[in-house]
Nanobody
Framework: QVQLVESGGGLVQAGGSLRLSCAAS????????MGWFRQAPGKEREFVSA????????GYAESVKGRFTISRDNAKNTVFLQMNGLKPEDTAVYYC?????????????????????WGQGTQVTVSS
């Protein structure tokens, strides 16, 4: 089992940047594909980005492509989400999640139900 703790959220103006971190404990992070999801008020949780176990494959929701970058440092058991060009519609609670399943290429899932472990979330608020 792995425990996940997100950090780095906050309040930022539109056009600004934030870097979210997800620190893992309990098991080596390299054993999991990792994903970021978000949930805005009154909306369902949605996929944001995912990264394969090695970090060699990444994926993004269309709404964040070109603005967000996911990365991981398995030696430090941490996954990151660099968010640039933030928009008010990016306002949400952001969650990181770990998936222990093995997949064929691209070696991660975009489906919330496939993820086994979740952090508590970190709030991101983008003002206009």
């Amino acid at each position: 089992q792995v425990q996940l703790v997100e950090s780095g959220g906050g309040l930022v103006q539109a056009g600004g940047s934030l870097r979210l971190s997800c620190a893992a404990s309990g098991r080596t992070l390299g054993s999991y594909a990792m994903g970021w999801f978000r949930q805005a008020p009154g909306k369902e949780r949605e996929f944001v980005s995912a990264i394969s176990r090695s970090g060699g494959n990444v994926g993004y929701a269309e709404s964040v492509k070109g603005r967000f970058t996911i990365s991981r440092d398995n030696a430090k058991n941490t996954v990151f989400l660099q968010m640039n060009g933030l928009k008010p519609e990016d306002t949400a609670v952001y969650y990181c999640a770990a998936d222990r399943r093995l997949y064929s290429a691209p070696y991660y899932s975009t489906k919330e139900g496939q993820y086994d472990y979740w952090g508590q979330g970190t709030q991101v608020t983008v003002s206009s």
